[in-house]
């Protein structure tokens, strides 16, 4: 950890102590099983061994996973009758009758990752088996340990000695391979604060192919290590861990981690949409001005302002209701925060042009089926209302300023400066940086701050778990820095 990274318990100190709590304080109930184990004890062992079993025991680590499928059967009827001497499980019918339901992929049962969470039964693991004569396991597949174990009335004996086989010879314990729960830790101590809690803060591809961390783990773990062991071209703030002293170890469980991540972010994705969905998609601003602007004639913008959602409803969300109600960007059209309670179809219907033809923003070089997705997320999601603490001169009610510059600092100091100067969004003879943008428009930066900007990389505050007081805070402190 360096220095630096210490500001984030300072800042996000509570919330990390409430995650810790939650999984903490959540117990983890290892439910009795009714009828106790009772393998055959050793000492029973018949003074002539059984001949030795030959079959697959590949193959049964396939139906170990999914038997039915494996051996093209139907799915039995109703549950397995074990599902029902457990509540914690509520699935039900074929995964009920899978091993790998009960025992865990892991093969720890409620020792195990399905010790917890909606997986869990409380029933035993396999891996006690492992080493095991086949002869001994066969009997447990087909009842001797308890008559509703019984699998015989649904396997050919080939199966059930293929499954006996892979308990026998094939169990391994993961966790002597890969420890996610300690890549877990390794992460939120390297990573979090600038990748955020999932890796979604950063999106380093667009809004037509979004990318983020979990997505690199998966499709190109070489470039995930190569990039985590020695940083990043061109932004030397992300440290290397080849410099650290990083272990095979620990890469290998950090990667397992974070291939655990969602590959997408509907809202903020659709949030930057909204700002401007052809900078975010990378794709050329149609021809002709949006057909709706020419019903108004108060707003005299042209080209790619009259395509953003942002320009006719608001970076209030409000429309003619909200910030856009008088001056320059007035259009006179409504607001879309009552959109929020429509259906993702009727929604769809206003995007495509199905609700008034010249409302479409679909088509070739236009949103796709999967950036609708986005921007029904997003209009759907809860959003800032940035209003209630914005004053008539547009400073900042309730926010702290000395908590905000310490966010600032920490989190976009290292891209904007520390005067929030280093890019300039404007231009020479009229620039715009951080501090102007929040003095002018300060739902312009909390819409900004909250979803990321089109098509740059910058962290977007809900991905990051910001709070609204958060927000509040460094729109204050940003409101003070240099607006030229
Ligand atoms: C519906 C839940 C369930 C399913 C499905 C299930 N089991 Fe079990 N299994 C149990 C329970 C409960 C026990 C221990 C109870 C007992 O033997 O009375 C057990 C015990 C075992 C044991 C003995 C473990 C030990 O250490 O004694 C083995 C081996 C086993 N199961 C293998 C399998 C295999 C292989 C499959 C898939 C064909 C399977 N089980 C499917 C619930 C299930
Ligand atoms: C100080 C902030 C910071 C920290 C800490 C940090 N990163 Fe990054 N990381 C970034 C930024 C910013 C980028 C994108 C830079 C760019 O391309 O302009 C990035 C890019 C990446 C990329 C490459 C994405 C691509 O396709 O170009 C990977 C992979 C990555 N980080 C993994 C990690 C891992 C793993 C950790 C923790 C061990 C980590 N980062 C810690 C800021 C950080
Ligand atoms: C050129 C101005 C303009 C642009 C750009 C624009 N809209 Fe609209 N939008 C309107 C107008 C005008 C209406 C009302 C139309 C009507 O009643 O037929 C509307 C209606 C809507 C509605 C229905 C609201 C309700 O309460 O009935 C939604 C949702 C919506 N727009 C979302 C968006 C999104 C998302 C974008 C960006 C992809 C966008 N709009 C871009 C002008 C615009
Ligand atoms: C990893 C780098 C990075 C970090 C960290 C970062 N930003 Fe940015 N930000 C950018 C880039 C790149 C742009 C786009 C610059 C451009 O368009 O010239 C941008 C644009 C902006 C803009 C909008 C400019 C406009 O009008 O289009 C604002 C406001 C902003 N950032 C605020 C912040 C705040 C506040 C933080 C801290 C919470 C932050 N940024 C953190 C890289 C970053």
């Known amino acids: 950890m360096t220095k ?3 500001f984030l318990a300072l800042i996000t100190g509570i919330a990390m102590m409430v ?4 999984q903490a304080a959540t117990p983890v109930p290892v439910m009795e099983v009714s009828e106790p184990v009772n393998v055959p004890a050793a000492t029973e062992a018949p003074v002539e061994a059984a001949p030795a079993l030959t079959g697959d025991a590949v193959r049964g680590g396939r139906l170990y996973d999914k038997w039915t499928v494996e051996l093209g059967v139907d799915v039995p009827e109703g549950d397995h009758p074990l599902w029902a001497t457990q509540t914690t499980n509520t699935r039900s019918g074929s995964d009920t009758w899978r091993c790998k339901e009960c025992h865990g992929w892991d093969y720890k049962g409620a020792e195990g990752a399905y010790g917890s969470g909606s997986h869990l039964t409380g029933f035993v ?3 006690g088996v492992s080493g095991k004569d086949a002869n001994e396991i066969l009997g447990i597949l087909k009842g001797s340990s308890n008559p509703d174990h019984d699998f015989s009335a649904y396997m050919d004996d080939q199966a059930l ?4 086989l892979f308990l026998s010879e094939k169990l391994v314990d993961y966790a002597a391979v890969i420890n996610p729960a300690a890549g877990k830790t390794f992460f939120e101590e390297n990573c979090i604060d600038c990748h955020g809690p999932q890796g979604l803060a950063l999106n380093f591809g667009n809004a037509e192919e979004p990318e983020y961390q ?16 020695f940083g990043q071209p061109g932004f030397p703030e992300m440290p290397s861990l080849d410099d650290a002293g990083v272990t095979d170890e620990e890469l290998d469980d950090l990667l397992a981690y974070v291939a655990s991540f969602p590959t997408s972010a509907p809202v903020s994705e659709g949030g930057v949409l909204y700002d401007n969905w052809m900078k975010a998609m990378g794709v050329d601003v149609p021809a002709t001005d949006q057909p709706l602007f020419a019903t108004q004639t108060t707003n005299t913008r042209t080209g790619a302002d009259t395509w953003r959602c942002k320009e006719c409803h608001g970076w209030d969300y409000k429309g003619v209701d909200g910030a856009y109600g008088s001056g320059s960007h007035k259009t006179g059209f409504k607001g879309l925060l009552d959109a929020a309670a429509m259906s993702a179809e009727d929604l769809t219907a206003w995007l495509n042009g199905t609700k008034n033809p010249d409302h479409n923003f679909t088509g070739e070089g236009m949103l796709g089926d999967a950036q609708v997705e986005m921007m029904v997320a997003f209009l759907k999601s809860d959003k800032i209302e940035a209003s209630a603490f914005v004053n008539e001169d547009k400073t900042i009610a309730g926010g702290d300023t000395e908590r905000g510059k310490l966010i600032f600092e920490f989190y976009c100091a290292t891209c904007h400066g520390e005067d929030g100067r280093t890019y300039n969004f404007g231009d020479a003879a009229e620039p715009e940086f951080v501090g102007t943008v929040a003095a002018d428009n300060p739902w312009e930066f909390v819409h900004k701050v909250n979803y990321g900007q089109p098509s740059a990389i910058m962290p977007s505050g809900i ?14 402190y940003a409101q003070s820095l240099p607006a030229n």
């Open 4 to 6: 630096r990274f210490a």
């Open 19 to 22: 995650f810790a709590a939650c």
């Open 125 to 127: 693991g396999v891996m």
């Open 161 to 164: 000695t293929d499954l006996a």
């Open 214 to 229: 979990g997505t690199i783990a998966i499709d190109n773990p070489w470039e995930f290590l190569n990039k985590t062991r």
């Open 463 to 476: 991905n990051m778990e910001w709070t609204l007081q958060d927000i509040i805070d460094l729109l204050t």
